[in-house]
T-cell receptor
Framework: AQRVTQPEKLLSVFKGAPVELKCNYS??????LFWYVQYSRQRLQLLLR??SRESIKGFTADLNKGETSFHLKKPFAQEEDSAMYYC?????????????FGTGTQLKVEL | EPEVTQTPSHQVTQMGQEVILRCVPI?????FYWYRQILGQKVEFLVS????????KSEIFDDQFSVERPDGSNFTLKIRSTKLEDSAMYFC???????????FGPGTRLLVL
């Protein structure tokens, strides 16, 4: 079974502070991990995926297979980073490639 | 940049009524999905669709649900007899090919009274 855990419902940081949004997963095969972001009243948007190893808007995430984690990090939070962040997993087996989402973490960046 | 679109944005219906939620995936995409998010809960997978057939469905996707691609552009989710617990935000998503990113629509907020 696929499972994604995001332990924090809400994370509040000050502008300029480092951010780490935690994500742990459970999957028996080779997973693909994603971070999606949802800004207020907007659609879910892909922020980054572990396969591409890109840094988007200053965010990075490293897949740690030993700890089964895919934490999202940013060294200096900006006000515009305030949003809902979802970690998601897709199995690389089967044709459907459904996404399994965590419960999400609301990031609030305060001035 | 092409986007997934969904109509309507909001729908209110009476319990027991049929609803059809519509999605227009990105035009060259081949894989289509429906997800839902009950208020305060996580986004949950409902069904995936490829090559004009369901490729995977969750336990939520029971006989009351069906999907269809009636023409070359639309992808619909039908709920035959809505229940109160069907109230949720329903998201459509599509992706171009195997392993590619899923792109989400803005969602349809369904309220069953």
């Amino acid at each position: 079974a696929q499972r994604v855990t995001q332990p924090e419902k809400l994370l509040s940081v000050f502008k300029g502070a480092p951010v780490e949004l935690k994500c742990n997963y459970s999957y028996s095969g080779s997973p693909e991990l994603f971070w999606y972001v949802q800004y207020s009243r907007q659609r879910l948007q892909l922020l980054l995926r572990h396969i591409s190893r890109e840094s988007i808007k200053g965010f990075t995430a490293d897949l740690n297979k030993g700890e089964t984690s895919f934490h999202l990090k940013k060294p200096f939070a900006q006000e515009e980073d305030s949003a809902m962040y979802y970690c998601a997993l897709s199995g690389l087996t089967g044709g459907g490639n459904k996404l399994t989402f965590g419960t999400g973490t609301q990031l609030k960046v305060e001035l | 940049e092409p986007e997934v679109t969904q109509t309507p944005s909001h729908q209110v219906t009476q319990m027991g009524q049929e609803v059809i939620l519509r999605c227009v995936p990105i035009s060259n995409h081949l894989y289509f999905y429906w997800y839902r998010q009950i208020l305060g809960q996580k986004v949950e997978f409902l069904v995936s669709f490829y090559n004009n057939e369901i490729s995977e469905k969750s336990e939520i996707f029971d006989d009351q649900f069906s999907v269809e691609r009636p023409d070359g552009s639309n992808f619909t989710l039908k709920i035959r007899s809505t229940k109160l617990e069907d109230s949720a935000m329903y998201f459509c998503a599509s992706r171009q090919d195997s392993g590619e990113t899923q792109y989400f629509g803005p969602g349809t907020r369904l309220l069953v009274l």
